[in-house]
């Protein structure tokens, strides 16, 4: 976590800086690109600081009304970011563009846009180095795009994101604003504005789509549950294991619930040492899965009396009791 507050940290201090001036000159030369660009940096200055607030947030402790702690705050607040860079960002930069384009006015002293422009892609190319060296630490030798669709720690790929739309955004406004003075063609620097509104608007869909699926309870990976249940069916006695249900709590918290099936005849300290066992494999293979539950037994196919007599004999008396008792809660 204190990594993620660098690379916010380093956004907010850029963008802060940025943001000001690009709104000064947008003033002083009538661009609208220019001031597409400013309405940009403010907001991303604005959800650096929901990130952090959202950081703070999923640290508190667990409460009885929240009993898994507050990871998915972080999940919130990252949501209310991609909105923020929907609406905000990408509305008001392609209303602009359009009104621009509609009443367009002559460029006045375009030197400044330039100054601006290179300035701001140094200071957001160092936020963008700074959150990208924070995401490469995270991703173990896993191919960057690979590791970036799987990370679930909300806070690194939206500024990456926001970063990298940054750098594209000043791009095409350098390109709209001198084609614009070039030509002589005022209406260009508003189609540059539509173009940032556009890119924009693509980032935060993206984003909101990475943490609608984290909100709604994404779970582990496929290949990741497989490889849990092939360590399972490795211990002896374990002829069966049920489905893997698991979910993201957090960005490095994830809860797994498993269901072993033993063979007839298992004693109980016997499942107990495997049970054990099993728990110290997955916990150190995958570090992230903080809370995981396994339960012993699964009743036969049959029906009636004789089904729960086999479940009692198959299912040692620690589990009955372990079920009994979330029964009872």
Do not use: C
Not at 120 to 143: C, D, N, R, Y
Not at 288 to 310: C, N, Q, T, V, Y
């Amino acid at each position: 976590m204190a990594k993620s507050k660098i690379a916010i940290y380093g956004a907010i201090g850029a963008n802060v800086a940025i943001a000001i001036t690009k709104f000064v000159v947008a003033g002083v030369t009538g661009s609208s690109a220019m001031l597409s660009e400013g309405i940009h940096s403010a907001v991303d200055t604005f959800n650096g600081i929901l990130l952090l607030v959202g950081l703070r947030l999923s640290q508190r402790p667990a409460t009885p009304e929240h009993p898994f702690g507050h990871g998915k705050e972080l999940y919130f607040w990252s949501l209310i970011v991609a909105v923020l860079i929907f609406g905000l960002g990408g509305g008001v930069s392609f209303y602009e563009g359009i009104q621009h384009i509609r009443n367009p006015e002559p460029m006045r002293d375009p030197i400044w846009n330039y100054i601006v422009l290179a300035a701001a892609f140094v200071f957001e190319g160092t936020s963008f180095t700074i959150a990208l060296k924070q995401f490469i630490g995270q991703t173990h030798g896993q191919p960057f795009w690979t590791a970036l669709h799987r990370s679930k720690d909300p806070t690194t790929y939206t500024v990456l994101a926001e970063d990298s739309a940054a750098l594209a955004g000043l791009l095409v406004a350098a390109v709209g604003i001198y084609a614009s003075h070039r030509l002589d063609m005022p209406a260009l620097d508003g189609a540059a504005s539509v173009v940032i509104g556009v890119l924009l608007v693509g980032v935060a869909v993206l984003l909101i789509r990475e943490s609608r699926g984290l909100l709604i309870g994404e779970g582990i990976r496929p290949e990741t549950a497989r490889e849990i249940r092939a360590l399972a069916l490795a211990h002896p006695g374990v002829n069966g294991v049920g489905e893997i249900l698991s979910m993201y709590i957090g960005p490095d918290d994830a809860l797994v619930t498993i269901d072993l099936d033993f063979d007839d005849g298992t004693a109980t300290d016997q499942a107990a040492a495997t049970i054990s066992t099993l728990q110290r494999e997955v916990r150190a293979r995958y570090p992230m899965i903080k809370r995981l539950f396994i339960e012993a037994g699964s009743p036969p196919e049959s029906d009636g009396a004789s089904s729960r007599e086999a479940t009692a004999r198959r299912t040692p008396a620690w589990s009955r009791e372990h079920r009994v008792r979330r029964m009872e809660d």
